[in-house]
C-alpha cells in the first residue's frame, strides 16, 4: 500500500519528464517547438488512460470505480424518475414470479426426503400393460425378497386403510397403513419411544401390535411414555402398543397416517379350487435399499429374472392367467424421490418454464427502454470516450446502473414473491405434496439475488453493446438528436420486441391448450348431479354388527330418519361413492352363455356394490330401463340388481338385459355361486375419476347384501354443509360410539378432481397475461420511439401531401411487420415445445390448430392496439414544427 | 519519426512488451523514455509501442519485484527515476527468453512451409 502510494506519486511527473526528453528529442532532430511537442504527445498515447492503466496496476482499483460507478448510477437513476419506476416494477414482476415459482420447485421437487440415505432408497413395482395399473402381490414380493442380490433391505406396504380407535377417548376414524416389520429398517427411521415390529408380529396370525404417530400419542394419549404396552382397540380388535414414531415421521406415498400395523403377509396369496382364484390379489406397494454396489437397470434385470421364477413356481392353471400380470419387462424401479414427486414434476416444469419467459420478456422490455434512454446519453459515452475511458469502462459504468436496477427489482420482486407464495399456498391443489413447506428460504433468496444480477446482466447488455458502436466523431461533430447509432439501436429495439412477442406466443398458446383441456375435463357428465349433496362415511364395529340383519336394519333405520331431517329431500347410502369409490373386479357367469374361462386375463368380470334405496335418487342418476331398487328388493325377495350401460353393452349387445340372470361367487350368502337378477339399467357413472373409462358395475340392493362401510348420500334443500351436525346426532341415536367421518359436498369431491388442472390452467393464463401485457408495452415503446425519431421525416411527408391515412398506415404496418415476424418465430418455438406438456392436457392435441389460429389472431390483435397509439401520434405531427427539430 | 511505413509494423503481443523493458534493463539502469528509445531503436522501428504503455508495464514488473526503482540525474542533470533490473527479473528474463525462443520456433516451423508450398 505504501509502496503504491509512493509509486503513483511520482507518476504524473514521471509523464510529464518522459514527454519533455522526447520533446527535446523532436526538436534536436529539427521540428518547430510545437510541432515536437505534439508528435511527442502523438507518439504517448492517452495520457489519461495510461495514467488509469498504471493505476489499475496497483490496486483495488475496481472496489474504488465500482463505488463510483454505484454513486453515479444511482444518481443518473434519480434524474430518470419514470424510467426507473417502469423498469423496477417491470422487473419485480419477472423476478417475483420467478421467485415464487421457485420457492414451491424449491419445496417440492429439490426437498430431500427426510429419511437415512435416501438417495439409495427405490420404489418397485411391475407395470402391467394390460390392466394399465401396477401389481405386485404376495408370491411376487416373496420371491424378490427371498431371492434378490441388489438390495440390503426390502419391504412392502399396504395402500392407507382406516381404522376406528376406540379405548383412547372417543371414538375416532383414524388412517393407517399395514407394513412389514422390515419397512422401518429400509427408511432408516427408529421409533422415537418403544421399538419397531418383530418378525413373530409380522407373521400371519401373529400378536397384534401397533404403532402411532407423534401427533395421534400427543393427541389422544398425553404424550404419556407409559402408553408403551398399552392395548387399544382398532376397529374392536385388541391390539398392543409397541412404539412412538418419530415427530415429523412421514410415510410414503405423500400420506399421513396416524398409526401402523404388521402387515402380517402370507407367502403366497393363492388358494386355488376348480381353476378359479378364491378371494382377491392384494396390491402391494414395495420399497427397498439398493446396495452401494448396485444399480436400478441392475435391479431391473433382477426382478425381471426373478419374475419368471416365481411364474413357473405357481400351479399350471394360474400360469396363463397371472403370466400376464407377472412376466418378463414388467418391473419397473424408481428412485423413490422421483416416485413421490412423478406425477407432480412435469406440471412444476412447465410453470417453472413459463415464469422463465416471463422474465425472460421482462428483460427484453427493459432493455428496450435502456436503449432508448442511451441514445439520449450518447454524448455522455462519447465525452467519456475522448477523455480517456476505455470501452470496458463504460461498459462497467452501464453494467453497474442495470445491476442497480435489477437489484431494486429483485427487491420489489421478493416482496411481490411473499404475497404470490400466500395466495398459492391458499389455492394450490392439495396433491402437490409439501406445497406448504414453500417460503422464502436462503435458497430462494439466493435464487432471486442470481436471478436479479443476471437479468441486470442481460438487459445491461443492449446499453453496452450500442456503446460500443458509438463513433465519437460523428457525435461530438452532430449538435442534433441525429446519430450515427440510431439504425444499431432501432435494430436491436426491433429484435427485441420481436423476441417479446414471439415468447408471449409460445406462453399464450400454452395457456390456451391448457383452458381447453381444463373445459373439456369439466364438461365431461359425471353421470349424477354433484349439486346440493352431502356425502358422510360411517364404519361399524365388525364384532357388534355381525349379523347381517343387524347391519341391515342400522342403515335402514339411518336412512329413515336422514330423510326426514328439516332441509333433506332424498337419502341413500351407497358402499361406492362416484368419483372416489372402489371398484372391485369380481368374475361372472352370465346364464345362458358359454361357460366363461377365467384363465384369461379378460375374463368377464364386473365391480359389485350395494346402496340403499334412495340412492339413486339422492343422487339423481337416470333409470333407463326397467327400474330402480327398491323396498321390494327385501331380505327375502330374490337377489336382484340393477346394472348400467357399460355392463350391457359388454354383456348384453344385442338381448334385453332386463330379467337376465348371472352368478358370481360374492352376495349375502357365504360359499359357492349365487345368482343375481337384473331388474333396471342406470346410466354410467364416473367411478374412478373423471378422466376414467367407465367399465362394468352391478348395484345389489343393501338390503339384500348388506355392507360395514357405507358412505350416505343427502340431497339437500339448504347448505349441504349446515347439517353435518344434525347427520352425526342421527347417527349418535342410534349407536353413540359410531363417529362419522369425511363429510363434503359432492361439488367439492368433483372440483377437487381438476384442481390441479384448474391450478395449472389458472396460473399459465395469469403468466401469459403478464407476457402479453408487457409484449404489448415493449411495442408501444418501440414504435412511439421510432415515431419521435422519424418527426423530421413524417414533417417531409405531410408538407408534400401524405394524409393521415397514408401516415397511419404506414406507422401500423411497420409494427405489423414487426408483430408477425415474431408470431411466425413463436409458432415455429410452440410446436416444437407443446409436445413437452403433453401429459397435462386432456383431450386436446399439443398442436391444437384451432388454440394456436385464436391465440395468433388475439395476439396480432394487441400488437395492432399497441402501435395504435403511436400511429395516430405520427398523423398529428405538425410539418413546421417538425422541420424546425433539428 | 516513421522510419518504416505502417504495413511493416506490428502491435506488441500481450505481455512481450514486459519482456523488451526486461531484456533493455540487462545492459543497465535506464530511466522511462531511454526504455522507450532503446526499444524503438533496437527492433528498427518495426514494433510499435505507444510510449504511454510503457508505465503501466514497468509499474506492473515493480509490483512482482522483477525491477527496482532508483533516485539519480540524467545526461543533462536532471532529477530522474532509474529502474534496474533485480536478481529475480534476470532469472524472469532467462525463463521468458527460452519460453520466448520455442514459441517463435515453433511458429516459423509452422509458417515456412506453408510459405514454400504456396509459391512452387
Known amino acids: ?886 | 519519426m516513421s522510419t518504416k511505413e505502417e504495413k511493416d509494423r506490428i502491435e506488441l503481443l500481450q505481455g512481450t512488451l514486459d519482456l523488451l523493458i526486461l531484456r533493455t534493463l540487462l545492459l543497465g539502469p535506464a530511466h522511462g523514455h531511454a526504455v522507450a528509445k532503446a526499444i524503438e531503436f533496437n527492433s528498427e522501428s518495426v514494433l510499435q509501442v505507444e510510449q504511454g504503455s510503457l508505465y503501466p508495464a514497468l509499474h506492473r514488473l515493480i509490483k512482482r519485484r522483477w525491477i527496482s526503482v532508483e533516485a539519480g540525474t540524467s545526461e543533462n542533470n536532471r532529477r530522474a527515476k532509474f529502474y534496474c533490473l533485480t536478481a529475480k527479473g534476470r532469472r524472469q528474463l532467462l525463463l521468458q527468453t527460452n519460453k520466448w525462443d520455442k514459441f517463435a520456433g515453433a511458429i516459423s516451423r509452422i509458417l515456412r512451409p506453408a510459405r514454400q508450398g504456396g509459391e512452387s
Request: aromatic share 6%; glycine share 8%; hydrophobic share 45%.
Open chain 1, 1 to 886: 500500500m505504501i509502496r503504491r502510494n509512493r509509486m503513483l506519486e511520482d507518476l504524473d511527473q514521471d509523464i510529464c519528464d518522459h514527454i519533455e526528453r522526447e520533446t527535446q528529442d523532436n526538436i534536436a532532430r529539427g521540428m518547430s517547438p510545437e510541432e515536437a511537442r505534439f508528435a511527442a504527445l502523438r507518439k504517448f498515447g492517452n495520457v489519461t488512460r495510461v495514467k488509469e492503466e498504471t493505476r489499475e496496476v496497483w490496486s483495488i482499483v475496481w472496489l474504488e470505480q465500482l463505488l463510483q460507478d454505484v454513486r453515479y448510477g444511482l444518481r443518473m437513476l434519480k434524474k430518470s424518475p419514470v424510467f426507473t419506476a417502469v423498469a423496477i416494477l417491470t422487473l419485480a414482476l419477472g423476478i417475483g414470479a420467478n421467485t415464487a415459482i421457485f420457492s414451491v420447485v424449491n419445496a417440492v421437487l429439490f426437498r430431500t426426503l427426510p429419511y437415512h440415505d435416501a438417495g439409495r432408497l427405490v420404489w418397485a413395482t411391475n407395470f402391467v400393460p394390460s390392466q394399465g395399473q401396477n401389481l405386485v402381490f404376495a408370491d411376487v414380493y416373496t420371491g424378490w425378497r427371498t431371492q434378490n442380490h441388489m438390495f440390503e433391505n426390502i419391504a412392502a406396504y399396504s395402500d392407507p386403510d382406516e381404522f376406528t380407535l376406540s379405548g383412547a377417548g372417543s371414538p375416532e376414524r383414524l388412517r393407517g397403513a399395514r407394513v412389514t416389520a422390515s419397512l422401518l429398517n429400509v427408511l432408516g427411521v427408529a421409533p422415537q419411544l418403544g421399538r419397531n415390529f418383530s418378525p413373530e408380529e409380522d407373521r400371519p396370525a401373529g400378536t397384534k401390535a401397533v404403532l402411532l404417530n407423534d401427533r395421534l400419542w400427543r393427541s389422544n394419549f398425553g404424550a404419556d411414555p407409559s402408553v408403551i404396552g398399552r392395548v387399544v382397540a382398532l376397529d374392536d380388535v385388541p391390539y398392543t402398543v409397541i412404539g412412538i414414531l418419530p415427530r415429523g415421521f412421514e410415510f410414503l406415498d405423500n400420506s399421513q397416517e396416524d398409526l401402523l400395523v404388521p402387515f402380517q403377509l402370507a407367502d403366497s396369496s393363492f388358494e386355488v379350487s376348480n381353476g378359479i382364484l378364491k378371494g382377491s390379489v392384494q396390491q402391494l406397494n414395495v420399497v427397498a435399499r439398493l446396495r452401494t454396489s448396485a444399480t436400478v437397470a441392475g435391479a431391473v434385470n433382477e426382478l425381471n429374472a426373478i419374475n419368471e421364477r416365481v411364474l413357473e413356481s405357481l400351479p399350471g392353471n394360474l400360469k396363463r392367467l397371472l403370466g400376464d400380470m407377472t412376466g418378463q419387462g414388467h418391473a419397473q424401479v424408481f428412485l423413490l424421490h422421483d416416485h413421490e414427486i412423478g406425477n407432480v414434476r412435469p406440471a412444476l416444469l412447465m410453470l417453472l418454464g413459463a415464469v422463465g419467459f416471463v422474465l425472460l420478456i421482462a428483460c427484453a422490455n427493459v432493455a428496450n427502454l435502456q436503449l432508448a434512454r442511451a441514445t439520449a446519453r450518447e454524448k455522455e459515452v462519447a465525452v467519456r470516450s475522448a477523455l480517456g475511458a476505455s470501452r470496458w469502462r463504460v461498459a462497467k459504468l452501464l453494467l453497474t446502473e442495470s445491476s442497480a436496477v435489477a437489484i431494486a427489482g429483485g427487491v420489489a420482486g421478493l416482496l411481490l414473491a411473499a404475497w404470490a407464495i400466500r395466495l398459492i399456498h391458499r389455492f394450490a391443489p392439495e396433491n402437490i405434496p409439501h406445497l406448504q413447506g414453500s417460503s422464502l428460504d436462503l435458497r430462494v433468496l439466493l435464487f432471486a439475488l442470481g436471478i436479479s444480477l443476471l437479468t441486470g446482466l442481460l438487459f445491461g447488455l443492449a446499453p453496452v453493446l450500442a456503446s460500443f458502436r458509438i463513433s465519437l466523431n460523428n457525435i461530438l461533430k452532430e449538435a442534433g438528436p441525429y446519430s450515427g447509432s440510431v439504425t444499431g439501436t432501432r435494430r436491436m429495439q426491433r429484435a427485441l420486441t420481436v423476441t417479446e412477442i414471439a415468447l408471449s406466443l409460445v406462453l399464450l398458446i400454452g395457456a390456451g391448450l391448457l383452458v381447453k383441456s381444463f373445459r373439456h375435463l369439466t364438461a365431461i357428465q359425471p353421470g349424477f348431479d354433484p349439486h346440493e349433496v352431502l356425502i358422510a362415511r360411517v364404519t361399524l364395529p365388525l364384532d357388534q354388527y355381525q349379523s347381517l340383519d343387524r347391519q341391515r336394519t342400522f342403515f335402514e333405520q339411518l336412512v329413515e330418519k336422514l330423510r326426514a331431517l328439516p332441509g333433506v329431500t332424498s337419502a341413500g347410502a351407497t358402499t361406492a361413492i362416484p368419483l372416489r369409490g372402489i371398484t372391485n373386479n369380481t368374475p361372472i357367469q352370465i346364464e345362458g352363455q358359454p361357460p366363461a374361462d377365467f384363465t384369461v386375463p379378460n375374463f368377464p368380470s364386473a365391480s359389485i356394490n350395494s346402496v340403499t334405496p334412495g340412492y339413486f335418487a339422492a343422487l339423481r342418476v337416470p333409470l333407463i330401463e326397467g327400474r330402480f331398487l327398491d323396498r321390494r328388493d327385501g331380505a327375502n325377495a330374490p337377489n336382484s340388481v340393477v346394472v348400467n350401460q357399460a355392463f350391457v353393452r359388454r354383456f348384453f349387445e344385442k338381448e334385453d338385459p332386463i330379467g337376465k340372470r348371472f352368478t358370481a361367487n360374492v352376495g349375502p350368502r357365504t360359499g359357492g355361486p349365487q345368482p343375481w337378477t337384473i331388474v333396471g339399467v342406470i346410466g354410467d357413472t364416473k367411478q374412478r375419476g373423471l378422466a376414467s373409462d367407465i367399465t362394468p358395475e352391478v348395484t345389489a340392493s343393501a338390503l339384500q347384501w348388506p355392507r360395514i362401510m357405507m358412505t350416505l348420500v343427502l340431497r339437500t334443500s339448504v347448505d349441504p354443509l349446515s347439517l353435518v351436525s344434525a347427520v352425526r346426532q342421527e347417527v349418535n341415536n342410534i349407536d353413540k360410539n359410531l363417529p362419522i367421518y369425511g363429510a363434503q359436498t359432492m361439488n367439492d369431491v368433483l372440483s377437487s378432481e381438476v384442481a390441479s388442472q384448474r391450478f395449472n390452467a389458472v396460473a399459465v393464463v395469469g403468466f401469459a397475461g403478464l407476457a402479453v401485457l408487457l409484449a404489448a408495452v415493449g411495442i408501444y415503446g418501440v414504435m412511439a420511439y421510432a415515431v419521435s425519431q422519424r418527426t423530421h421525416e413524417l414533417g417531409v411527408r405531410i408538407a408534400l401531401g401524405a394524409g393521415s391515412r397514408n401516415v397511419l398506415s404506414m406507422i401500423l404496418k411497420e409494427g405489423l411487420r414487426l408483430a408477425l415476424v415474431g408470431v411466425l418465430l413463436g409458432l415455429a418455438v410452440s410446436f416444437a415445445l407443446t409436445r413437452l406438456i403433453r401429459g397435462l392436457l386432456f383431450g386436446v392435441k399439443p398442436t391444437d390448430p384451432a388454440t394456436f389460429a385464436i391465440v395468433t389472431v388475439v395476439l396480432l390483435a394487441v400488437a395492432l392496439a399497441a402501435c395504435w397509439i403511436p400511429a395516430h401520434r405520427a398523423t398529428r405531427v405538425d410539418p413546421i414544427i417538425a422541420l424546425r427539430y433539428e
